[in-house]
């Protein structure tokens, strides 16, 4: 299990904690990337204010820094931040009634707090999800700043081994989500999916392509 | 028409924050106040695992389209091993950092 003291906001910013400091230094490198992209000081830090999804603005100036189009960029991006549409709707029925209030609560969906809302039992906690989201947005738009204006002081965060903080944080919170067998075979299925994919589809696509094996495990029931 | 790098970046920002929101915002807006079909419902329900499998997955050993074994699996490993122990997520982090930095201090992986 991970560390379930309680639901509620203040245990999602608790329990966000160790996430925020991931996202942080994961920030802080996305700061760096754009700063040797001389894309200046304000764009990369409204990008991570407004878009606020990681990997999709990794991969979107990876395209351009690589020279793709910007129309190359945006689909990179759009096909990692694909998986959200799943998430959302997984959350809706838990969220009280009320379109926009529903809306507006998935808007603030990343994975870290998505995954620490999701109730080992099944279902989400819409406070946790909140307070997880809000340390979150705090710690990526802060690791943006501090990389894209400070970032040479701190160097490659790779040095420390901090890009290999997240898989294991991935890691402790699918552990308290693997409560049936049903479950752990599928979380099986779709490492297995990633690891086929990976070489012969666009990034992100094999994170979709997992999320279907989930809709496949369900039918053969 | 031809974009220099100041204004594509502010192209594709824009571009890529309306479409994060459209993703997110677009099944509740359409779903409203209504209830999900039982049977979508209980493919969403196991989603996490999933999803959370996936991203440890993807994290570790891919690199862009590449599959790469470097110190993330090393780190990794360690996390396991911790969490076989204790379920804290912060010491599995901290054993999977210590144990990628270490590796590529000493030279044994990428």
Redesign the interface.
């Known amino acids: 299990?991970?560390?379930a003291d309680g639901w509620g906001f203040g245990a999602g910013v608790r329990?966000a904690l160790?996430?925020a400091l991931?996202t942080t230094a994961f920030g802080v490198s996305f700061g760096l990337l754009a700063r040797s992209?001389?894309?200046?000081i304000a764009?990369p830090i409204?990008?991570s204010s407004?878009?606020?999804?990681g990997s999709?603005?990794f991969a979107?100036l990876?395209v351009?820094g690589a020279g793709g189009a910007?129309f190359s960029?945006?689909v990179a991006?759009?096909m990692l931040?694909?998986?959200?549409?799943?998430?959302?709707?997984?959350?809706?029925?838990w969220?009280p009634?009320?379109?926009l209030g529903?809306?507006?609560?998935?808007?603030t969906?990343v994975?870290e707090s998505?995954?620490l809302a999701?109730r080992p039992e099944?279902?989400f906690d819409r406070a946790t999800l909140l307070g997880a989201s809000s340390v979150m947005y705090v710690g990526w738009v802060v690791g943006t700043a501090l990389g894209v204006l400070g970032g040479g002081f701190l160097g490659d965060a790779?040095?420390?081994?901090?890009?290999?903080?997240?898989?294991?944080?991935?890691?402790?919170?699918?552990?308290?989500?693997?409560t049936s067998t049903?479950?752990?075979l599928?979380?099986?299925?779709?490492?297995a999916?990633?690891?086929v994919l990976?070489?012969?589809?666009?990034?992100g696509v094999?994170?979709c392509a997992?999320?279907l094996?989930?809709?496949l495990?369900?039918r053969r029931r | 028409m031809r974009l220099g790098p100041g204004a594509t970046i502010w192209l594709v920002m824009a571009a890529l924050a309306l479409s994060t929101v459209a993703l997110k915002a677009l099944p509740p807006a359409l779903l409203g106040d209504g209830q999900l079909p039982p049977r979508l419902r209980g493919v969403l329900d196991v989603l996490p695992p999933v999803v959370l499998s996936a991203l440890v997955t993807s994290s570790t050993f891919a690199s862009g389209s590449h599959l790469v074994l470097d110190a993330r699996a090393g780190g990794l490993l360690a996390a396991l091993l911790v969490l076989l122990v204790r379920p804290s997520p912060l010491l599995a982090a901290i054993a999977a950092a210590a144990v990628a930095a270490g590796l590529r201090a000493a030279g044994l992986a990428a």
Do not use: E, K
Not at chain 1, 37 to 40: E, K, Q
Not at chain 1, 50 to 53: I, K
Not at chain 1, 186 to 191: D, E, S, T, V, Y
């Open positions: 299990m991970v560390a329990r160790p996430f991931g992209l001389h894309l200046g764009a409204v990008m407004v878009v606020w999804a999709a603005q979107a990876g351009l910007a960029a945006l991006g759009v931040n694909a998986r959200y549409m799943a998430m959302a709707a997984a959350l809706v029925p969220l009634a009320g379109r529903r809306a507006l609560t998935a808007l969906i994975d998505w995954s999701a099944g279902g790779r040095r420390f081994g901090l890009d290999a903080a997240f898989p294991a944080l991935y890691l402790a919170i699918a552990w308290g989500q693997l049903r479950r752990r599928l979380a099986l299925a779709a490492a999916a990633v690891l990976t070489p012969f589809v666009p990034p094999p994170i997992a999320c094996l989930a809709v495990g369900i």
